[in-house]
């Protein structure tokens, strides 16, 4: 297979051609009849040569650019993070005047904490505005109102995030790799361990990755964590001194432990799990959730995401599919879709 015309294959594979290229393989057999037998099959997996893969790659990054967010609709992101982030505030009037029951404004909180989180999640990609352009504010926004319920600084979110990307299941670069378990059972039992204070815990980890990395943006997330953290905390302490321990409690305490919860359960344990495997196709899986896409928030493909981050998770199961013939190629498991 060959580059495009007027372009070397490298050139090719920095600028991909448009996004037919990714429709299928089109080196597994002639493209016109020669009157001579099939072309043998390409080998998969490990039996692919260097220029084979370079092919495949072109192709996927041409799929990848498709559905980039900055080619895909997401203005609903920083709308639903507005929307829910301004009723999150009204529970609390809304529940102490007793118009809001407290077991459903403790529900959609944990909701709202939950799903903060993957909105804050396509913000720390840049996949709602890049650097340079007029979204690139919503995308600020979007994500720095998304992780207040969790008590946590944006800052400090994308941070961790990132690295886990340039990391993924390194038992010690990696702050996911903490999150790591036999079973979905023992990791929502971990996920609990690790929210307590030590020396062993998330919060530890956390300042070890950011003393490691040294740089401005790692000490802003500290230091902004730990604001933010006082900040609560001492909102909690008014609301019981005020008589009103069981509403906060009920509105951000509890909700933000189920939100973590199946953060660190469902959307980091079971995509990354047995956390073993540090190679690019290799690190992340294609699975199919009980929960279904919807409710696991598209996490059936991460493998898509962590091989192209800009692609919004709402994105990410057509990018599959099209993408679908390549990875199998390659030898990736795709047997879940």
Not at 27 to 34: G, L, M, Q
Not at 78 to 101: E, H, K, N, T
Not at 167 to 194: G, Q, R, Y
Request: charged share 15%.
């Amino acid at each position: 297979m060959s580059a495009p015309d007027g372009q070397t294959l490298e050139d090719a594979l920095i600028e991909p051609a448009g996004a037919g290229t990714g429709a299928g393989i089109a080196v597994t057999e002639p493209s016109v009849d020669t009157g001579l037998t099939p072309a043998v099959p390409l080998p998969r997996g490990d039996g692919l040569d260097a220029h084979v893969r370079r092919t495949l790659l072109q192709q996927e990054r041409a799929i990848g650019v498709k559905y980039a967010g900055h080619n895909v609709r997401t203005w609903p992101y920083a709308v639903i993070a507005i929307g829910c982030f301004a009723a999150w505030i009204s529970f609390f009037p809304l529940a102490i005047m007793g118009i809001l029951p407290l077991w459903l404004g403790c529900a959609l909180t944990s909701v709202f904490v939950a799903g903060g989180y993957v909105v804050a999640h396509e913000a720390m990609h840049s996949n709602l505005g890049r650097p340079g352009t007029p979204q690139r504010f919503w995308n600020e926004l979007t994500g720095q109102i998304s992780t207040i319920p969790l008590i946590l600084p944006f800052s400090m979110v994308k941070t961790m995030h990132l690295l886990h990307h340039q990391h993924t299941n390194h038992p010690e670069n990696d702050p996911d790799a903490i999150h790591a378990a036999p079973n979905l059972f023992m990791a929502m039992v971990k996920s609990w361990i690790n929210r307590q204070p030590g020396a062993i815990g998330t919060g530890a980890r956390w300042r070890r990755h950011c003393a490691e990395l040294g740089t401005p943006e790692a000490k802003r997330a500290v230091v902004e964590t730990m604001l933010l953290q006082l900040a609560a905390m001492t909102f909690f302490f008014a609301m019981a001194w005020s008589g009103y321990a069981i509403e906060v409690a009920m509105l951000w305490w509890l909700p933000r432990h189920l939100g973590l919860t199946y953060i660190h359960a469902v959307l980091s344990w079971a995509t990354h799990h047995p956390h073993d495997k540090t190679a690019r196709y290799e690190n992340t899986r294609v699975i199919r959730h009980p929960l279904g896409e919807v409710l696991s928030f598209g996490i059936d493909y991460h493998l898509i995401h962590h091989l192209y981050p800009h692609i919004p998770f709402h994105a990410t199961g057509a990018a599959y599919r099209e993408m679908k013939p390549l990875l199998e190629a390659r030898g990736v498991d795709c047997s879940a879709h």
